[in-house]
């Protein structure tokens, strides 16, 4: 099929939290759409949504519905993607996907633009998105890694509610109302909604996000651990994560303890880096009080960095404060980002 008249991009999972922002990204980015096809489960088809004026209905997604399709962004959990992404592919599609499904799959590229957009060549079919906290943090790692050289990463993370999906931001606000009224609430939602028990997310931290695994890390953290290796291309990279709720709607925040190979370098040097690196918005002036926060990050594609210091004990350690918009650059901008960049690099036409 001949490009000229644009590219045939379907969103599954279209009425989410993150399927919303990726419709919202095309949209911006001015990506050239020929046809746009919205597909969700079937609790969702039949909503109306406005794309760049026009009114499309979102359908029930069905192996047949990605026949002619060019790019299809998943977003609709991981048992979706794993069952309707192999017949994308089978129907000529390259999917992104933003679920964990496909992501430590030997044949899967796992892309960040700015750190392994090459690899995007050795694709089967599909691409994974990574999670949206290993995002931030490879944006920026890698140029610290280049540059440096990298050996340990020790990241603690403060995240926003809407990486678990419009419930969960639905439970965040009825429950903060709930609160201050004085009235009763039930936790239904967070920590993780299959799991046995649910806590309240308001006016609290809950040192849980996905379910916990036998090492007794959750499964968010592994996938920071082992999504950052992958990434990276250092399977030898210490990496050890934690992971924190906190009852903010959109925006992570990451306290990232890291070491580097050279010695003697300062904080100077480590800021002028990331100043000029990819992606990166630096916001680092204590004597003005200017660092990064989730509130003002959303609605933006970059990462912000700040808090840059320098270990104490340590001449090769160092602090660094990152914080990004989970449901874009961790994962709708990501997603439409490996997109253009199939684009560029011919591998779409
Ligand atoms: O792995 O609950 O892409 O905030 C990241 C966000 C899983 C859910 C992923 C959350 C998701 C997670």
Known sequence: ?????????????????????????????????????LLSS???????????GQEIEV???????????????????????????????????????????FRMDESVPLIVPE??????????????????????????????????????????????????????????????????????????????????????????????????????????EMKMINETKKIMSMPELQVAATCVRLPVVTGHSESVYFEVNDAGISAEQMKSLLKDSPGIVLEDDPENQIYPMPANCVGKNDVFVGRIRKDLDNDKGFHMWVVSDNLLKGAAWNSVQIAESLLKLGIVK
């Open 115 to 220: 750190v392994n957009e090459d690899v995007l060549h050795t694709h089967n079919g599909i691409i994974a998105n990574p999670n949206c906290s290993t995002i931030q943090m490879v944006v920026a790692l890698e140029p610290i890694r280049k540059l440096f050289g990298l050996n340990k990463v020790i990241v603690s993370t403060y995240q926003a509610v809407s990486g678990a999906g419009v419930a969960a931001i639905n439970e965040l606000n009825e429950q903060s109302k709930a609160i201050l009224n004085g009235s009763e609430f039930t936790p239904e939602i967070l920590p993780v909604k299959g799991d046995e028990k649910h806590y309240q997310i308001a006016f609290n931290a809950i040192p849980q996000i996905d379910k916990f695994q036998d090492n007794g890390f959750t499964f968010e």
């Open 42 to 52: 079937p609790r969702s088809a039949g909503k109306i949504v406005n794309f760049k």
């Open 1 to 37: 099929m001949s490009k000229t008249n644009g590219i045939h991009v379907a969103v599954v999972g279209a009425t989410g939290a993150v399927g919303e922002q990726m419709i919202r990204t095309l949209e911006s980015r001015d990506f050239p759409i020929g046809k746009l096809s």
């Open 59 to 101: 359908e029930v997604a069905t192996p047949e519905k990605f026949e002619g399709v060019d790019i299809a962004l998943f977003s609709a959990g991981g048992s979706v993607s794993k069952e309707l992404a192999p017949e994308a592919v089978k129907r000529g599609a390259i999917v992104v996907d933003n679920t964990s499904a």
